[in-house]
């Protein structure tokens, strides 16, 4: 059975940084794409970042240059670094696993999720 566990979210002023990992197990995460995704109150779940199997990285446009996905194949984690944040970062952000090793933007791509964590960004 898979399990991915999110880990690091809270509370932070503009412009601060913080760090998210997932922590996966029940599967290597080496052979998968794995994705973060978040959902802000009352919007639809959104694409963040996904970092493929042979190093190839995405990242939506609103987090580009602030944010970097990183993943550690040994220890079958993947991280999330954010920084410079904005109160329009705010949202609950989700691991997840994609279903090869590669994966597009859209929520179908992935396979197994995480139960989330709270990322709050006050102004």
């Known amino acids: 059975q898979v399990q991915l566990v999110e880990s690091g979210g809270g509370l932070v002023q503009a412009g601060g940084s913080l760090r998210l990992s997932c922590a996966a197990s029940?599967?290597?995460?080496?052979?998968?794409?794995m994705g973060w995704l978040r959902q802000a109150p009352g919007k639809e779940r959104e694409f963040v970042a996904s970092?493929?199997?042979?190093?190839?990285?995405d990242y939506a446009d609103p987090v580009k240059g602030r944010f970097t996905v990183s993943r550690d194949n040994a220890q079958n984690t993947v991280d999330l670094q954010m920084n410079s944040l904005k109160p329009e970062d705010t949202a609950v952000y989700y691991c997840?696993?994609?279903?090869?090793?590669?994966?597009?933007?859209?929520?179908?791509?992935?396979?197994?999720w995480g139960r989330g964590t709270r990322v709050t960004v006050s102004s």
């Open positions: 029940g599967r290597t995460l080496s052979s998968y794409a």
């Open positions: 997840a696993m994609g279903r090869r090793g590669w994966s597009l933007k859209s929520q179908g791509e992935y396979e197994y």
């Open positions: 970092s493929w199997v042979h190093g190839y990285k």
